[in-house]
């Protein structure tokens, strides 16, 4: 079992930046998806980034301003989010997934899943 909490969420204008954390309650090992997801009412929850290794993939609205990462050590996964948009208002979601080996993208690949941190982006 992991627990997952984000936290870094807040309001921004456009063009602003924040940077998101998720802290696990223990080790996720590299070899293993841990990604985000965000969530706009009404919507379905969608794919924003995933991570495994040192192998990234991202969603096209997001690619070349946001970037994931994770601290092994401290048990901690991030997403810095640069130039962001008032459609980048969501709850985002970190995840992690019980695949081995492999980056996963669907909302069904991933067992644990935080509580969500809102992020509004002002126009």
């Known amino acids: 079992q992991v627990r997952l909490v984000e936290s870094g969420g807040g309001l921004v204008q456009a063009g602003g930046s924040l940077k998101l954390s998720c802290a696990a309650s223990?080790?996720?090992?590299?070899?293993?998806?841990m990604g985000w997801f965000r969530r706009v009412p009404g919507k379905e929850r969608e794919f924003v980034a995933v991570i495994i290794g040192s192998n990234t993939d991202y969603a096209d609205s997001v690619k070349g301003r946001f970037t994931i990462s994770r601290d092994n050590a401290k048990n901690t996964l991030y997403l810095q989010m640069n130039s962001l948009k008032p459609e980048d208002t969501a709850v985002y979601y970190c995840a992690a997934s019980n695949k081995y080996g492999t980056i996963v993208v669907r909302t069904t690949d991933y067992t644990y899943w935080g509580q969500g941190t809102q992020v509004t982006v002002s126009s």
């Open positions: 223990r080790r996720t090992f590299s070899n293993y998806s």
